[in-house]
């Protein structure tokens, strides 16, 4: 693949003479137009005239809400609209469906159905039949059935729910008539369907309610002796009686229980307070007793004569002293009665104490019963279950039957589909459509020929023109802009260069002709009007007059120009097969940046493999240089790293030829999306037996204006060799403190490789140096 195009001449489409071309032939073009309209409008001529008429049919569930059984619910619309619609459009053409629509309108007798012919001519038809395409029908149905689906078109609805029925006849009232019999057919068909349906689940449904009543029988009565067998018998609240038993004795012994402790502890209470000399007077059992109730009534009555006869004796007093005597023995004969009414007490609780312990020995001999009655109460529970479930089985088809039964009779069941609009007669013929086929035919007519002609004219070459390229283009910039920073002449160093190198230009290099640059130079010459001796003044003043010198003549400037765009771009000396020994040479200078930011906007340069003497961050720098220029002229840059090693987040270069990334994994967009690069990406080192990087960057050339590819400091760890063959402009860096002797060695031991063309460059600040 070659990039250097010193002087590209790319082909264009003459578009003047394309038209040219279509104006001459128009006449042509308009009389074959002409006749293929004719000939369509005679063929329609003999086309029969066909009416369409349209009905439309809404699939969705149905039901009426005093139809409906209680415990049914209301359908709903489920989202599979697609599959449903689709059913109901097979349904409509199928044959059955047909037949009934055949026999209600008699289309047996109609000529345009029954294969008659009356339908007129169709070359369409007549084509079909020579094709084979139209099978012999065996009968007057198929034929019938045959002519009516040919005229049959069933559509669903964009997003709908809607089917549209069309049917096409020579006969408007009769396509309105066959549209509506199919869709009023199709929905006869439906509710059919369901009513058989319904009638189908009622006779399955008696069947199993005669089985079901022999099962619930048969059930029923084998709890009914299994309760008897085992004295199951069944109390208030459903419940068992040895469980009402357990149930009463169980609260019988809790009762005596609670009056035992009760008893005790009001005998316990008594006594503690009679043994403390408390009085006993406020306890209600001792309170409660009759006998304590009347000698409390006595000792009041003597403690309120005590207290007014206090009030005239002393308490030594006789009176006094029997009154405190009477009261103290009303007060011993209170704790008598109390002693009594505990040991009463102490008598009730030991009768409580006896009560339990029979109500215990019966709960035992009560437990003993239950657990025979629970035992066999698990058989029971089951045969009760089972005989439920039959039981509520049964009820359940008893009502289901009822219900399918009464819409069987009435004739209540409702289709999932129902007509929303019948058809009309059409007043309009819907085919055939004269206009809009005259207008396809003359527009495919007119696009064919043009066409024709187009392809003629590219293929026979008389479209095809040279063009001037980019170079052409790239003249329109400000020249200034690019102008080359020429070396001064005392900026030049003196070089010894190698005897292999000491070429002779007019014997030993040849351009991509063949010829000899100076050969061109005398052609152009010849063809030029200024003077010979004129144009090598301005060649030699061009090459050697100091920066900023001003040209001559404008149109001495213009022809100097031309000489220097036909002239190769300025290349390191190439081998020779023929060398002679000369003086030593010296080296002019080295080539700028601005020589190669305007060779890449000129065309000349298309891709640059820079290589660097002594650092990578050279090619880094002089790399950054060129995209930025080539961004600011708007051409398109893709960067390629083969030299940094550093390890990237993204698939680059490395990952590429070790075939764990594939070609458009590795190409990104640049932090500011302005350019494309493929960085080192996330491998160690490249393969340097994978031949995807050359592959790649030759892919880059052909679709980017720029490829800039860093091929790193030339040694072993350089990735130059890997790209020897890609044909780019090889650069080699030259850094700011480097020997030029030694960067020229260099360049002649990349030569000894077998490398072609190498020039040197330098970084601006040795250029400005």
Known sequence: MTYESPAAQ???????????????????????????????????????????????????????????????????????????????????????????????????????????????????????????????????????????????????????????????????QRAADIANAVANAHVARRAQLSLSDTADASGWLLDEIERLRIAVNAAETKVANYKVDNDLFTGANNTSLSDQQLSTIAGQISSAQERRNQATSRATLIRSMLDRGQSIEGVPDVRNS??????????????????????????????????????????????????????????????????????????????????????????LDSLQREAKAQRDLLEAYLLRYNEAFSRTEANSALPDVRVVSLAAAALAPASPKTQLILLAVGIVAVAGQIGLIVFGELVSGRAIVPGAGRIEAAEEFEPTAFASVEPEVEDVWDVELPVEDRTIAGDGDLDADGATPGHEIVELLSMSEVPEETVIAELAAADHAPQGAVDAEPEQSRVVDAVRRKLPPVTAPRRSAETVAAPVARLTGLISKDDLASDLLLGRTHLVVLAAHFANADCDAMAEELVGDALARGLSVALVDASSGQITDEQGLSDL?????????????????????????????????????????????????????????????????????????????????????????????????????????????????
């Open 10 to 172: 790319d082909a264009r489409i003459d578009v003047s003479a394309v038209l040219g071309a279509v104006v001459t032939r128009l006449p042509r073009i308009v009389l074959v137009t002409l006749a293929l309209l004719a000939a369509a409008f005679v063929a329609m001529l003999f086309m029969p005239r066909l009416y369409e008429s349209s009905a439309s049919i809404l699939v969705e569930p149905r039901s009426n809400v005093y139809a409906r059984s209680a415990n049914e619910q209301a359908p709903t619309v489920t989202g599979n609209e697609a599959g449903v619609v689709s059913s109901q459009i097979e349904l409509i053409k199928s044959r059955d469906t047909l037949l009934k629509v055949v026999d209600q309108l008699d289309l047996r007798s109609v000529p345009e159905f029954n294969g008659a012919g009356s339908g007129g001519f169709s070359p369409i038809a007549m084509i079909s039949s020579i094709l084979g395409r139209k099978s012999t029908p065996v009968s007057i149905d198929e034929t019938v059935l045959d002519n009516l689906l040919s005229r049959l078109t069933v559509i669903q609805e964009r997003d709908s729910r809607l089917i549209s029925v069309l049917v096409r006849s020579t006969d408007p």
């Open 290 to 379: 009759v006998v304590i109730q009347n000698l409390s009534q006595e000792k009041a009555r003597l403690q309120g004569e005590k207290a007014q006869k206090a009030a005239t004796l002393l308490p030594s007093h006789p009176t006094m002293r029997a009154m405190t005597a009477q009261i103290g023995e009303l007060d011993n004969q209170i704790a008598a009665e109390g002693r009594r009414v505990a040991d009463a007490l102490e008598a009730e609780a030991q009768i409580e104490v006896d009560m339990e312990a029979s109500l215990q020995a019966d709960l035992s001999r009560a437990k003993s019963t239950a657990s025979t009655a629970t035992q066999d109460g698990v058989t």
């Open 657 to 769: 030829s070790s075939d764990t990334a594939s070609f458009g994994d590795v190409v990104h967009k640049s932090a500011d999306s302005s350019f494309a690069e493929v960085p080192w990406g996330r491998g160690r080192s490249i393969a340097r037996h994978s031949s995807k990087p050359l592959t790649l960057v030759e892919a880059l050339g052909d679709i980017y204006e720029v490829v800039v590819l860093k091929t790193g400091k030339i040694g072993f760890a350089s990735t130059l060799p890997l790209f020897q063959s890609l044909g780019g402009r090889v650069i080699l860096i030259a850094g700011a403190e480097d020997d030029l002797s030694a960067v020229n060695s260099t360049r002649e031991e990349l030569y000894g490789a077998g490398f072609g063309a190498i020039e040197i460059a330098s970084i601006d600040s040795r250029v400005a140096a």
